[in-house]
């Protein structure tokens, strides 16, 4: 890299902290170290021109797991492992909220819907006879019954005509919400550097950048989630999520977050559209890629899910497709890890990004200065 003593000298050296990744983790690592910490020099490297990740292309659920799906996550979970984990996604929406305010992440708070399709008959079957343990379980946490049992609402077609509601899930604009994020760093400090791909990271808190060029920094953060096996020896998988979004729809009635088939399929309304999400289970070994690209058979499904269930009896245009990494691990809960007193991370947010990203950094943070 062609440098001068200048740029060296203000963006490179006498690093307190170097954060790789500016996604929710790493910006919110910077946010609560400079926040304790404000002398603090922290430099933000990140490989593209915009959080490189899952961060800026979620779908921007503030939701904390379906019924099926914290159902599903007992067979590999204890329940005190369930509520730990439902108490921290939830405690992290509620933080980045405050942190932000819900004017600035776009919060809405139209609660959130699991349906059912015609097909999986026996999936609510298994909900409902599971829904009295699942709501005692989580009574602690919200003092009130998580999910009830109601009409489907919407005129949706080839779905069960109940389904399972909780009013606690939400909504927000993944856009103003790494905006305000963005500028909540850079308020307080922080510096971001973007074109910046990191090839190696040493416990020593070495960071070497494309052509041979190496800083470093008294501490190193990697929150690079699902990227994060390139640079560490972690136990995270990559794992891509599709996503489509209509042109806007007049008259559209559809408000909330809507889940299908244990969380595979998720939908939403944004702006008078309908964006929709998921079907990784269509092809699991093709998605586990840190690849970005268009999976063909999966956006092909969520086409026709859109035109024959969620608008059935709308016209309406597909405006954008997209895609995201996410990562995710044999268990759900997140991973903060120390290799070194110079070296950490904070990845693992198994698609939960917006519900725990800010408090993962605030752990982080907490991790570095204790």
């Not at 408000?255 to 309908?274: A, E, L, P, S, V």
Request: hydrophobic share 40%; net charge neutral.
């Amino acid at each position: 890299m062609n440098l001068s003593y200048w740029e060296k000298k203000e963006w490179f050296k006498n690093r307190d902290v170097i954060i790789i990744g500016s996604g929710i983790v790493g910006l919110s690592t910077a946010i609560h170290i400079l926040q304790s910490e404000p002398n603090s020099k922290v430099l933000i490297l990140e490989k593209g021109v915009l959080p490189q990740g899952g961060s800026t292309k979620n779908a921007g659920f503030a939701c904390f797991g379906s019924l099926s799906e914290l159902i599903n996550d007992l067979e590999t979970h204890s329940p005190e492992e369930i509520i730990d984990l439902v108490r921290l996604r939830w405690e992290g929406l509620n933080a980045m909220r405050e942190l932000l305010g819900d004017d600035q992440i776009g919060y809405e708070g139209y609660g959130g819907y699991e349906i059912f399709l015609d097909k999986d008959l026996s999936l609510f079957y298994q909900c409902r006879e599971h829904i009295d343990r699942i709501n005692k379980l989580l009574f602690p946490i919200f003092n009130n019954l998580t999910f009830l049992e109601k009409s489907t609402p919407f005129g949706f077609q080839q779905v069960h005509h109940k389904c399972f509601f909780n009013p606690f899930e939400g909504q927000i604009d993944t856009g103003k919400m790494m905006n305000a994020l963005i500028k909540k760093a850079i308020g307080l400090g922080a510096k971001i550097l973007t074109g910046m791909n990191v090839k190696r990271t040493s416990p020593e808190g070495e960071v070497e950048l494309e052509k041979d060029f190496k800083i470093s920094g008294k501490k190193v953060v990697v929150a690079t989630n699902g990227f994060a096996n390139q640079l560490l020896n972690v136990s995270v998988e990559p794992a891509r999520a599709q996503v489509l979004i209509t042109k806007k729809i007049q008259g559209l009635s559809i408000k909330g977050t809507f889940h299908m088939d244990q969380g595979y399929y998720y939908f939403r309304n944004i702006n008078d559209r309908i964006l929709f999400g998921g079907g990784r289970q269509l092809d699991f070994d093709g998605e586990k890629t840190s690849k970005f690209g268009l999976n063909l058979h999966i956006q092909e499904s969520l086409s026709r899910l859109l035109k024959s269930v969620i608008l059935p009896q709308t016209p309406f245009e597909v405006d954008d497709r997209w895609n995201g990494i996410m990562g995710i691990g044999e268990i759900k809960s997140p991973l903060i890890k120390a290799f070194s007193d110079q070296l950490y991370c904070g990845i693992r947010l198994g698609g939960m990004g917006v519900a725990i990203g800010n408090l993962l950094g605030k752990k982080l943070a907490e991790t570095i200065y204790p």
